[in-house]
């Protein structure tokens, strides 16, 4: 059994670094190398090649692909202040509200002008699944850019945790009208409570409890304990985050808040830092996640999908959350890195979408594999555009910067 | 799904620095205490408590663990120097040897002694399964002592590779047995040129290609691409061990010393080194590996062994190991530490066991359950005793050697 994990990782960070490698050359962020590559390892089996065909759906890929974002968060949330993410709360909550509104009005407005015949559902469905920002993408190449701590990467971090509980309301209220709806409103209420009962918890608990269980962990000898305390506190609200239906990238964020206030310098010897001690780790296993992610794209189930819903929703997708950008009241932030930041899409749109493939009305889907593949197109689209563009406005940013000075 | 895994590893790593802890605060080495919080989470259940049940033999832990050892036989490869463990290869091949043929005879009579009406392969079975060390335990006490590179650790380590071919040869001969026999010879000669040939070819091509490799693989540019190129070499000689028939951690011992020819002082920052970048993986991955050891011990199928022939077995493989430190002939040595380091068992004796419980003769299993679980238990014994004794023994050396000064 370990032979096919170990092939399957050789092949992954082969890929990863390849095709990273390549993308920098091209000035291109490494994150949209490592996605190309995963596609392109996806589409093997297409020119015959079959011995990595596991690796997309093999579960420990997965699940070292899903600590791969787990980890990234938890050090984009260690390099950040929760006063500078407050400072910013304003903009990132109308950022967030205007980027799930705009889009879904837009995804509703696409899918009632292609598919005239479909039921009322289906336009609703497609507007939902334009709603939630995949941080993920936004997260990478504002790291590595060194950007998390400016006021864009604030709002885009902090528009992100509330765009995830906003994304459950909206499952909430789909679901509901979906079920029948009897008791959407005390649903609603739940999923709410937990969720934000969840981020109060995590910051305040959190951030008293910390010190003082790194303080007793620390009295353990042995090799690594600060880490491994670190990393336990991320697993543990990465978890807790899950219980609570919120994504575990959320928690792993939250724990990188929390231990802000860990004084690791008395903790750790002169010159090493947790950020430090995490790189390694990171190194591995967050470019495992974005080959992982591309290996998911399945060019050939998309060969039905509607090329004009496609790019349609792609459209609205894109034009929807550059309406966040007016939404920016911080003074000095660059706007159109903000909605830039906010356009890929990941595994919320296409929870939405499964959940309307599976929706039946009299027994008969309302929904086509045609409309879904529409769906995952636009996934892709969003993206694959994301890191170049971003990268771009952010250079230009600072381009004009260094013209002002 | 993730969420389990989450749960797992925060109840591995949580256990392991607590266990760890506890044996250093005693005097103990800390994979004993890694070993016993496993064994102890695994008997939750007898307390009733089942939430942690699936960790045991949840696929994905199984991987990190097995990740964790061959990461453990790499970072000892790279303290190796290929060149010192040639100086004690005579050294080395008559431990091995006699490390084979003397627990081999006394496992024989044991069986025949203590279970007088079994069929004649039983003995047979029993003997082998005493055969093969299992190098994790040793490594790891070796290294936690900083002690990889004495004459000792040179003489365990070459032992336990050429241990690991000739308990496949003893396989080869077992199953040629059970299963008939008549292609016995050729099969052992295929077995040994692969097991052969993958040692020679890995050490002769490898060495010559990896400082090749690495300075190609250097001009990419990106994070972590030296660390993921080492990772990747290992991985691939752990792979193409097992294509060998050999287990995946001599390939990963065999990529240390391979990459003993990279001058990494080239490749990376300064201060830095590849030893370093893999502590933050190894300092999580190896301890899961030796929870996951102690998981696996299920206390409530031991209740059914015969104690006696456990009893035997446990004596018959200690003393039987002892024998090997009389056939060191390195000046220097010390033979009581070599002994003491060829104790622990592991998978491959029990990978005997059960070929032996599967084993029929006119359709009636020879060998019984309570057989197997007193191998278990002696698996079991074998691995808590050798930490302490050979900490016991270093120790005893080093104080030794300061009042010859």
């Known amino acids: 059994m370990i032979s096919s994990i170990l092939l399957a990782l050789i092949a992954i960070l082969v890929a990863a670094k390849l095709g990273g490698a390549l993308a920098e ?5 490494a994150v949209l190398g490592e996605l190309l590559a995963g596609i392109a390892m996806g589409a093997l089996p297409i020119a015959g090649v079959h011995q ?4 997309a759906h093999d579960r420990t890929v997965e699940a070292l692909a899903q600590l791969g974002v787990i980890l990234l968060l938890f050090e984009v949330g260690l390099s950040t202040r929760l006063a500078d993410l407050l400072e910013v709360g304003l903009s990132a909550f109308l950022v967030a509200t205007i980027g799930v509104i705009v889009p879904m009005i837009l995804g509703w407005l696409a899918g009632r002008w292609l598919l005239p015949g479909a039921h009322p559902f289906v336009p609703l469905f497609l507007g939902a699944t334009l709603c939630a920002t995949s941080v993920g993408i936004t997260a990478r190449v504002l790291k590595d850019m060194n950007r998390v701590g400016t006021a864009e990467g604030q709002i885009i971090l902090g528009a992100a945790v509330i765009d995830d509980v906003m994304g459950l309301l909206v499952l909430a209220v789909i679901v509901g009208m979906a079920g029948g709806g009897e008791s959407t409103g005390a649903h609603i209420g739940l999923v709410t409570a937990k969720a934000v009962g969840f981020l109060a918890g ?3 608990l959190g951030r008293w409890l910390a010190p003082r269980l790194f303080r007793v962990a620390s009295r353990l000898r042995g090799r690594g304990v600060v880490l491994t305390s670190a990393l336990v506190t991320c697993f543990a609200l990465a978890w807790t985050a899950e219980l609570a239906g919120l994504a575990p990238i959320v ?3 939250a724990a990188g808040l929390v231990l802000e206030g860990v004084s690791f310098s008395e903790l750790l010897p002169e010159g090493d830092s947790i950020e430090h001690l995490l790189l390694p780790l990171s190194a591995v296993l967050v470019p495992i996640f974005f080959v ?5 794209v399945n060019l050939g189930a998309l060969a039905g999908g509607s090329i004009a819903l496609a790019a349609a929703l792609t459209v609205a997708a894109i034009v929807g959350k550059q309406a966040c950008g007016l939404a920016v009241v911080t003074r000095g932030a660059d706007r159109l890195a ?6 890929p899409r990941g595994e919320v749109g296409l929870i939405f979408a499964n959940l309307g ?6 027994g008969e889907r309302i929904m086509d594999q045609g409309t879904f593949s529409a769906v995952v197109l636009m996934v892709m689209a969003t993206t694959l555009v994301a890191p170049p563009a971003l990268k771009w406005s952010i250079g230009r940013g600072r381009r004009a910067a260094v013209q002002d000075a």
Chains 1, 2 share one sequence.
């Not at 050359?25 to 962020?29: N, S, V």
């Not at 990595?52 to 690796?55: D, M």
């Not at 992982?292 to 998911?296: F, K, N, T, V």
């Not at 903000?338 to 356009?343: A, D, K, R, T």
Request: aromatic share 6%.
């Open 251 to 253: 928690g792993a964020f």
């Open 292 to 296: 992982h992610m591309g290996l998911l």
């Open 338 to 343: 903000v909605g830039l930041g906010m356009i």
């Open 202 to 204: 995590a910051l305040v």
């Open 357 to 362: 493939l599976g929706l039946t009305v009299h």
């Open 25 to 29: 050359r091209l000035g291109q962020p």
């Open 52 to 55: 990595l065909e596991f690796v």
